[in-house]
């Protein structure tokens, strides 16, 4: 299908331990985009990988995109109580984006 | 502000009631969407416009019908919902339907 599987659904860590979010699919991306959606707010863009085997890093965040373009993940490093809320990937379509599942990152201070 | 608008915030109508949604961006991009988000599901796509023009309607009733009159601005009008449709409805813009979409804050929907 066109939709991206994510794992975990749900994380709770304790503030500053790392946290890793996976993106799937079944079919090769043309690229993936990650979005950060807080608690009662929208989401927001925070990056898009396009080649095959990118890494990009956003101070505490990790980003890549995997050889075979299937895959990506998300990683924060020494998590904080402004990282909570939940990440999205999303695959572009010809005019749209299919989003993926979600994870809900919680930290507990 | 995000550069994309939507009015009102909360809504909460009957499921005899007539209503739109509103939708202003002010980033210059071409493309505009309508997004639905659920409790426990994923943010669904429903109506795609490019250049004012719809390229998609990802099987959405005729409940919802929506409006693009220039680039800038975007409608979702309301009729006979359902509980089921209460929801938060976001409004999202892009530049050719590539890099970082921009959504707005979201008009959170209940049915009554």
């Known amino acids: 299908g066109q939709q991206v599987m994510q794992i975990p659904q749900y994380q709770h860590v304790q503030e500053g331990e790392d946290f890793t979010t996976y993106c799937n699919s079944s079919t090769t991306l043309s690229n993936i985009q990650w979005y950060k959606q807080r608690p009662g707010g929208h989401p927001v863009f925070l990056i898009q990988l396009v080649k095959s085997g990118e890494v990009k890093k956003q101070k505490r965040l990790t980003f890549q995109f995997g050889e075979a373009k299937k895959n990506s993940s998300l990683h924060i490093t020494a998590t904080q109580t402004t990282d909570v809320g939940t990440y999205f990937c999303?695959?572009?379509?010809?005019?749209?984006?299919?989003f993926g599942t979600g994870t809900r990152l919680t930290v507990i201070p | 502000e995000t550069g994309v608008t939507q009015t009102p915030r909360h809504l909460v109508m009957g499921m005899t009631n007539k209503k739109s949604l509103k939708c202003e961006q002010h980033?210059?991009?071409?493309?505009m969407y309508w997004y639905k988000q659920s409790a426990k599901k994923p943010l669904e796509l429903m109506f795609v416009y490019n250049f004012k023009e719809q390229t998609e309607n990802n099987s959405v009733p005729s409940r919802f019908s929506p409006e693009c009159p220039n680039s800038s601005h975007l409608f979702l009008h309301l009729h006979t919902l359902q509980p089921e449709d209460s929801a938060l409805y976001l409004c999202?813009?892009?530049?050719?339907?590539?890099?970082?979409?921009?959504f707005g804050s979201g008009t959170r929907l209940t049915v009554v």
């Open positions: 999303a695959r572009a379509g010809a005019n749209n984006l299919f």
């Open positions: 999202a813009s892009s530049q050719d339907g590539g890099y970082g979409y921009t």
């Open positions: 980033l210059g991009h071409n493309a």
